[in-house]
């Protein structure tokens, strides 16, 4: 039996006697928004004013219905999905239970609570910024940074609701999670752990059934699983036990793969237990049959640290996940769905989960799966330093066992990570520290944690810390051993080309920032506001030294902007340009680096930042320059003075065959030299297929400021990859009016843009005044004379837009048109 206690609610602040529409799921910034009670809270510098709201406890109630067979049910409980954070649920007027974590789900026992007919539940949150601050007054524990509300380590709640140096501190609260009344008689199920053992040909799947009984009676326990296509097979057994295995072979599988290296098929796992007459309780899974492994060997190089799948060595191509919106409630599938498809156009075949926000929910993990996108999941614990007392580890021992026990069946879970850069804080930062809380770290990450993954999850590898090299402070964040964050560039200041010295074996953080499109910043801003360095604008930039990063590599590289459309668009190209140095290399490296991993993918708010996916979901120039970095065949340039080499990465499980084709042109974009050379690439492999020196045709310093190399790989007359390089840095480049031209034509299904240039034209945007859209390309270099096509599909735009809107509402610019 479930009785769903989604829907209306009434709420209310608790010093205020009125009650007020509430909507469960949701939480209180989102019903006092519904009710016209507060405002935008990401409108100017409107969060200040919001903040002080979750200085206030709120409660929440309903009634619901109990009938006579319900109350007769063996067992009949709360189950709360997730009560975000510190409750009190209330009965009938009596005290049914609390809550102190956000990650958790809750079951309460109500049958003694409940009446035939109309009951009554309400639900009081206490304020999470009033409990930290009393807390961190008596005993302080450092967190993050000035960014972030003091106290967070002392709350199970996702850390950057505290703000970050991205995020806003909007703190809010409430039933964010399903929650329901479920009934059973005889028995239902505990726990179902899945496992998998792979031979030659079929796979054994096996089924751990753990069940909880209230009367002594026998069950049988049906394990059935459905191919693709739609063929079952099925395991049965009869018990008077309560934990039962049930094995399944099947033959000839079909493997799950991450995106790139072959599909993605799922079978259906169907769990069902059965009393003398009818179903008592029963799950499904949708399972992916595949091995997936760690791979750390000894090499010349030190360690290597790389997933492997199926036995195949994958090098992960993907980002940082942040959690999509600080107002939960307006999170959706729909959303989730666009922004993960949005990663599979970009070619990711992985993500990272960050520790510092919280357990996506389930249908994040059913699209990893479906999409092939390998997850890199971080338990939540970010930035911050925490005391192991009895009751903190109770506490999240409780939290990890519900988590692990709801993910760990997901073909797209790669590993667990115990926490995000607190084992390379603790060596490099400079926050206070004890040797008691020093201790405590290594009892949490590297003893306690650990034997519980052995018991919850021991198929699934398990990583103290990111970064790390080998745990217990040693060496953290050495390129040779594990994985790396590096921050050289962005906040050390480095060049582009610094990326080049490093060969991580697994890059899972480096970025760089940009701010997001005009139309984003409209949404938050007035137009006085419309200044970087304007009270508003610093305010949705929450890196200290955002904005001057920004501008200092802009000056790096870039002519100074003529005015804030130019200075957004050149921020966006600064940050795809930088990060393309860093892939390339380590994809030139691949075997000894396995993995390029940037901050960030995503924002959780309207505001400047690392990410490639801004608030409202538009591409910024990284995400269309993440498409070619990341493409399964790469054409890459490694310039150095006059010096070129071009490297193929073929990263498919087939060899490729193509034309390799380089152009060194000149200022007017003819041709002074070239070539065509056949070329084989074997699988999974990179090699180096050209290499020469320009230096007797690039022998003035005017000609390095007028050449440039064009390069690309054709297969089957098709480019599938390609680029420029200068000799130079772009500010120095003599770039002429490139004169870009574009013809717009429609088919069935899309509108062809097809964009010509008279010179080099560098960073040609395409956008739309009305509309949002994401193109098959965008942010590319033109060569003289050349014409490139991209395609923009119809069901991005109102069904009654036309040829001609399209037409005139089209906007090209480059970055000739920048100063």
Request: glycine share 6%; hydrophobic share 35%; aromatic share 14%.
């Amino acid at each position: 039996m479930k009785l769903s206690l989604d829907g209306k609610w009434e709420m209310r602040r608790v010093d205020i006697d009125e009650w007020v529409c509430g909507t469960v799921p949701g939480s209180v910034y989102n019903d006092l928004l519904s009710n016209g009670l507060m405002e935008d809270p990401y409108y100017r510098d409107n969060e200040y004013k919001i903040m002080e709201i979750s200085s206030f406890d709120y409660e929440y109630r309903r009634e619901f219905e109990i009938g006579t067979e319900e109350l007769n049910e063996d067992l009949l409980v709360l189950h709360c999905c997730g009560m975000d954070t510190l409750a009190d649920i209330y009965i009938n007027g009596r005290i049914l239970g609390t809550t102190e974590n956000m990650h958790r789900t809750y079951e309460f026992d109500i049958k003694n609570f409940v009446k035939a007919g109309s009951n009554t539940i309400r639900v009081l949150f206490h304020s999470p910024v009033a409990y930290i601050t009393k807390k961190n007054e008596e005993r302080y524990l450092w967190g993050s940074d000035s960014t972030c509300i003091n106290g967070m380590s002392h709350i199970r709640k996702a850390h950057c609701m505290f703000g970050w140096d991205w995020g806003p501190k909007l703190p809010d609260m409430g039933i964010w999670r399903s929650i329901s009344i479920l009934g059973f008689d005889t028995a239902r199920l505990e726990e179902v752990y899945l496992t998998q053992r792979h031979s030659e040909g079929s796979v054994k799947l096996k089924a751990r059934v753990t069940l909880k009984k209230f009367r002594e009676e026998e069950c049988s326990i049906k394990v059935r699983v459905i191919s693709p296509e739609g063929c079952e097979i099925h395991d049965e057994i009869t018990t008077s036990g309560i934990e039962e295995n049930l094995e399944l072979q099947i033959e000839k599988p079909k493997l799950w793969w991450p995106r790139g290296y072959g599909g993605q098929p799922l079978y259906k796992v169907v769990v069902e237990v059965y009393g003398k007459e009818e179903k008592l309780d029963s799950r499904e899974y949708k399972v992916g049959l595949r091995t997936v492994r760690v791979r750390q060997e000894d090499d010349q190089w030190g360690r290597s640290f790389c997933f492997n799948v199926n036995g195949v060595d994958i090098f992960a191509m993907g980002a940082d996940y942040i959690p999509e919106d600080n107002i939960l409630a307006r999170c959706s599938p729909e959303r989730t769905e666009k922004l993960i498809r949005d990663c599979a156009a970009a070619n990711f075949n992985s993500i990272r989960i960050w520790g510092g926000g919280y357990y996506p929910e389930d249908y994040f993990y059913d699209l990893c799966d479906r999409y092939g996108i390998l997850i890199w999941q971080d338990f939540m614990f970010a930035c911050a330093v925490y005391e192991l007392t009895e009751e903190f580890k109770n506490n999240i021992v409780e939290e990890i066992k519900d988590n692990v026990r709801r993910i760990r069946y997901h073909a797209s879970l790669g590993l667990w990570c115990g926490n995000n850069e607190m084992e390379s804080g603790w060596e490099s930062w400079g926050f206070p520290k004890t040797p008691q809380l020093k201790a405590d770290y290594i009892k949490q990450f590297e003893y306690l944690m650990p034997e519980l993954m052995k018991e919850l999850d021991p198929e699934t590898f398990y990583w103290p810390s990111s970064p790390s090299s080998f745990g217990s402070f040693d060496r953290p964040n050495d390129e040779n051993y594990g994985d790396m964050h590096d921050w050289s560039i962005w906040h050390g200041r480095m060049p582009f080309t610094d990326y080049r010295n490093r060969f991580p074996r697994f890059m899972s953080e480096f970025g760089i920032e940009s701010f997001p499109s005009l139309k984003t910043i409209e949404s938050f801003t007035l137009p006085e506001d419309r200044n970087i360095f304007s009270y508003v604008m610093e305010n949705h930039q929450k890196c200290a030294s955002g904005n001057e990063n920004i501008l200092y590599y802009m000056s790096q590289y870039y002519k100074f902007p003529k005015d804030l459309e130019k200075l957004i668009y050149l921020s966006q190209i600064v940050q795809a340009e930088g990060l393309r140095y860093g892939v390339e290399h380590w994809r030139r490296n691949r075997g000894r680096c396995m993995a390029a991993v940037y901050w960030q993918l995503n924002d959780i708010w309207p505001v400047a930042s690392w990410s490639s996916i801004d608030y409202y979901g538009r591409w910024k120039a990284l995400h269309y320059c993440a498409r070619r970095f990341f493409a399964p065949v790469l054409l890459s340039a490694f310039e150095e003075d006059t010096r070129v080499s071009l490297h193929v990465t073929n990263e498919t499980m087939e060899p490729v065959s193509g034309k390799l084709i380089w152009n060194l042109r000149n200022g007017s974009s003819t041709i002074v030299v070239g070539a065509i050379t056949d070329i084989d690439v074997e699988p999974l492999s990179t090699g180096k297929f050209f290499e020469r020196d320009f230096g007797d045709f690039v022998d003035t310093e005017e000609k390095r400021r007028q050449y440039y190399i064009e390069y690309k790989f054709v297969m089957d007359d098709k480019e599938v990859s390609g680029g420029t390089a200068l000799f130079i840095r772009p500010k120095y480049y003599e770039l002429q009016n490139p004169e870009v031209q574009c013809n717009v034509e429609e088919r069935a299904e899309d509108f062809l843009i097809k964009v010509s240039a008279s010179q080099l034209a560098k960073g040609v945007e395409l956008s739309f005044e009305s509309y949002d859209a994401v193109f098959s390309d965008n942010y590319f270099d033109i060569c003289g004379g050349e014409t490139i096509e991209v395609a923009v599909s119809k069901d991005q735009f109102p069904e009654e837009t036309d040829y001609d809107k399209i037409k005139n509402d089209l906007i090209i610019k480059s970055l000739y048109d920048s100063f």
